[in-house]
């Protein structure tokens, strides 16, 4: 692992040998079959993360592809789709006093909290439902998701994996197909979401 990302994650490299964790394969594999079981077969998973459009994505892809996954690199540009948190900050965080559009930074803004394990991939995750739920329904307790990305935001929805990558800072937004397009993590618990969240680091950037 380079130096700068131990610095940045707080995770070593000895910590990612450790003989007790799956191989990326493993965990990638087991992840898909995750999202699938929750969202059914005939619906599009859709992933949300910050900058997941010119980080998450491309770094999934490449790393599939590394691994002999090509067959999962086929189903995330044919069937999933994707929406990019920091593209949507930029748009529409302006008045809630942010130092900047980075993860950590929204966070304080929108919760008045300091971040709890920041750059790592659960605390991120965790980080990004709280920041997206309180830039899309405020203090209202009562969230529909489904009315959020079918019809608020739906033209922020990038579909197909490829597709995301080559878009420059969300500027291709797309509408998804007339399948219903799922979170698989919208109503996980933190229990569960330490099941399917591999020790990734995040691209938490933002101007």
């Avoid at 007790?20 to 859709?46: C, H, K, N, W």
């Avoid at 079918?150 to 579909?159: F, K, L, T």
Wanted: overall charge negative; some cysteine; proline content about 4%.
């Amino acid at each position: 692992m380079h130096p700068g990302a131990e610095a940045v994650t707080g995770i070593s490299t000895e910590e990612l040998r450790h003989p007790e964790l799956p191989t990326f394969e493993v965990a990638m594999r087991g992840a898909l079959d995750f999202i699938y079981e929750r969202v059914g077969s005939e619906q599009s998973p859709l992933l949300v993360g910050h900058n997941i459009l010119r980080y998450d994505v491309r770094l999934l892809r490449n790393r599939m592809l590394d691994s002999g996954l090509a067959a999962g690199v086929q189903r995330l540009d044919a069937e999933f789709a994707y929406f990019d948190t920091l593209s949507y900050a930029k748009e529409v965080a302006s008045g809630i006093g942010a130092e900047s559009n980075k993860l950590t930074d929204l966070y304080r803004a929108c919760t008045g909290r300091e971040p709890e394990n920041a750059h790592s991939s659960l605390g991120d995750v965790l980080m990004t439902r709280d920041v997206l739920a309180s830039l899309a329904f405020g203090e209202n307790e009562e969230r529909d998701w489904d009315v959020f990305f079918g019809s608020r935001v739906r033209d922020w929805v990038v579909r197909g994996g490829e597709r995301a990558v080559s878009a420059e800072r969300g500027g291709e937004r797309v509408r998804p197909s007339s399948a219903r397009t799922q979170t698989a993590s919208a109503a996980l618990s933190p229990s569960e979401l330490l099941d399917v969240v591999a020790p990734v680091s995040c691209g938490d950037s933002g101007a």
